[in-house]
């Protein structure tokens, strides 16, 4: 049980920005192009509670932590927060600018690894001298960078409703983008498919550490 809370305290941090962050950059974007519905209802906050889904947010997240606490399996976390509403009626240049709100929820995640690999470069440092400090550094700088890559390539699979086939909708022709969106009704079973049969991860791993790596490399930090 210690073990399981353990591993609950290291990730819930990382985890709740993660998805909570990459919605409210789909909300801020929206609103420089045009479009204030984010902000009238109160999304454009890093207020967690804001953002929560209690099956994709809490539940989901929760119960795969437990999971691989209490089995072999390294940590592995998924999960989701509420949608951020965008009326593309609001926007400007509506397919174009809809890609660039799409694109801006994966660059969240991003940007917050690259925030969780300075963290943990200061974990390093500070290592051996202030270990109460450093030490959870460390531990939640490391989740923090998988989780945030782990979201970020998996969103940015080319499959509508994911933010990779929004962005991909938006750059093709407009007649071939129409047909393009009419996956998105299937897109959770494409995803789900993918999954069962070992292919997201065949797809996925590759570049989830390409930028894994990226990062250990750029900040020299020692991780695997």
Known sequence: ??????????????????????????GFIAKQLGDPTAKMLGRLTANPFKHI????????????????ALTPMPPFIFGWAKPVPVNTRNLRHP???????????????????????????????LHGTLDWVAIPLILMGTAGIAINILLMVLNLLPVPPLDGGRVVSGVLPRR??????????????????LLFTGLL?????????????????VFALPLG
């Open 201 to 217: 991860t065949a797809i996925l791993w590759p570049f989830y550490h390409f930028f894994v790596n990226l990062l250990n490399t």
């Open 95 to 125: 397919r174009r600018d809809m890609a660039i709100v799409a694109a801006a929820g994966p660059l969240a995640n991003l940007l917050m690894a690259i925030f969780w690999a300075v963290m943990v470069k200061l974990g390093f440092m």
């Open 1 to 26: 049980m210690n073990h399981v809370m353990q591993t609950i305290a290291i990730w819930a941090l990382p985890v709740l920005f993660a998805i909570t962050l990459h919605e409210a950059a789909h």
């Open 53 to 68: 889904d209690p099956v994709g947010t809490v539940a989901v997240p929760v119960g795969l932590l437990i999971l691989t």
């Open 176 to 193: 071939v983008g129409r047909h393009y969106d009419r996956l998105e009704p299937f897109g959770l079973v494409i995803v789900l498919i």
